[in-house]
């Protein structure tokens, strides 16, 4: 099943960051992190994923401790848009390509 | 950019009664996979496929479903006589190689609603 810990449910202002942790304490030295998010019941949309170093896109950037066993994801500047369920997903090597989505964080961007 | 289409948008069947739900996946994509999310509850793994044959099922998929790819573009989920309980959205994904430990992203199409009276 999911490996990974995340709030279910966080607010943020309207224009300020939105910091979105995950705790993935069994994750394994080659499996990588990716998050996704889903609007309302569109299908899952892609953000970021990595490995152990930052990453940063045109949506987000993508913290990972020095452990590995957790991680961050900011939206720098939140919009009412951004208002969704965020998936953070470790891929278990083992039970192949699949994805597991959990329960995720809803966000709620507040004007 | 490329995306991942799926039809039809929404689709009410009876019970007992075959339904093909239609993909196309980004075209130089070679693995594919279902997903579906029954109302309020998670996104589950159902396929994937590669080269023409199935790579891995969950235990929802079981023999009432089947995957074909029948042409060039298109990817179908069949449900060869629904049940009440197969009422869910029904999401296709594709990445272009193994989502394995070199990070290959998945890319979900806008999903099928499905509803079994």
């Known amino acids: 099943d999911a490996k990974t810990t995340q709030p279910p449910s966080m607010d943020c202002a309207e224009g300020r960051a939105a910091n979105l942790p995950c705790n993935h304490s069994?994750?394994?030295?080659?499996?990588?992190v990716y998050w996704y998010r889903q609007i309302h019941s569109q299908g899952p949309q892609y953000i970021i994923h990595g490995l152990k170093n930052n990453e940063t896109n045109e949506m987000a950037s993508l913290i990972i401790t020095e452990d590995r066993k957790s991680s961050t994801l900011i939206l720098p500047h939140a919009t009412l848009r951004d208002t969704a369920v965020y998936y953070c997903?470790?891929?278990?090597?083992?039970?192949?390509?699949?994805?597991?989505f959990g329960t995720g964080t809803s966000l709620t961007v507040i004007p | 950019e490329p995306e991942v289409t799926q039809t039809p948008s929404h689709q009410v069947t009876q019970m007992g009664q075959e339904v093909i739900l239609r993909c196309v996946p980004i075209?130089?994509?070679?693995?594919f996979y279902w997903y579906r999310q029954i109302l309020g509850q998670k996104v589950e793994f159902l396929v994937s496929f590669y080269n023409n044959e199935i790579s891995e099922k969950s235990e929802i998929f079981d023999d009432q479903f089947s995957v074909e790819r029948p042409d060039g573009s298109n990817f179908t989920l069949k449900i060869r006589s629904t049940k009440l309980e197969d009422s869910a959205m029904y999401f296709c994904?594709?990445?272009?190689?193994?989502?394995?430990?070199?990070?290959?992203?998945?890319?979900f199409g806008p999903g099928t609603r499905l509803l079994v009276l």
């Open positions: 075209s130089n994509h070679l693995y």
């Open positions: 997903i470790v891929r278990v090597v083992s039970t192949g390509n699949q994805f597991y």
């Open positions: 994904a594709s990445s272009q190689m193994a989502s394995g430990g070199r990070g290959e992203t998945q890319y």
């Open positions: 069994t994750i394994s030295g080659n499996e990588y």
